[in-house]
């Protein structure tokens, strides 16, 4: 079993920044892609960003690249998500996710992971 926890979210202003961070418990001897999604109410969930369990490769949709940026740092089983420029229509709950396997998803999609994160609520507001 593997255990997703994020934190730092929080309001922000317009065109402020944010780093979110996901820790990762569990199964760490194999290291897991982990997925960033978000979503706003009455939004479907949508993907933002994955990153390999070695870090090597990383993916991002289309509409996140310029804004957003995923990191990893193994030694201390986190992933992080880097947000600048916010606006308000990123308001949302994000939430950080892992593959069952230590596979790299083949697309950026929930049904693509199985352990989730409870969320983390981020702002965006003056």
């Known amino acids: 079993q593997l255990q997703l926890v994020e934190s730092g979210g929080g309001l922000v202003q317009p065109g402020g920044s944010l780093r979110l961070s996901c820790a990762v418990s569990?199964?760490?001897?194999?290291?897991?892609?982990i997925g960033w999604f978000r979503q706003a109410p009455g939004k479907e969930r949508e993907g933002i960003s994955c990153i390999s369990g070695s870090g090597a490769s990383t993916t991002y949709a289309d509409s996140m690249k310029d804004r957003f940026t995923i990191s990893r740092d193994n030694a201390k089983n986190t992933v992080y998500l880097q947000m600048s420029g916010l606006k308000p229509e990123d308001t949302a709950v994000y939430y950080c996710?892992?593959?069952?396997?230590?596979?790299?998803?083949?697309?950026?999609?929930?049904?693509?992971?199985?352990?989730w994160g409870q969320g983390t609520q981020v702002t965006v507001s003056s």
């Open positions: 996710a892992a593959p069952y396997g230590s596979w790299y998803p083949q697309k950026l999609a929930p049904t693509e992971f199985d352990y």
């Open positions: 569990g199964f760490t001897d194999v290291q897991h892609a």
